[in-house]
């Protein structure tokens, strides 16, 4: 992972402690994904509102849009 698409990772996840960003699910403690497309990244995660942590549950590589 170049240093680039490591900081995308790191402001996405940021990011994700907003509840405005984050999907329904994922406020009800479901696993939810996020799409970072001109990174080419698929995230997994949960949000746990008790403890206001988020957890990154899984990283995967997707096609790039064309």
Do not use: C, I, K
Request: no cysteine; glycine share 6%; hydrophobic share 40%.
């Amino acid at each position: 992972m170049t240093a680039e698409t490591f900081h995308a990772l790191q402001q996405v996840l940021e990011r994700l402690g907003d509840p405005a960003l984050r999907e329904p699910q994922a406020a009800n403690g479901l696993v939810a994904r996020h799409l970072v497309p001109q990174h080419g990244l698929e995230l997994e995660y949960a949000w746990d509102e008790r403890s206001r942590t988020l957890t990154l549950l899984g990283l995967a590589r997707v096609p790039n849009a064309p």
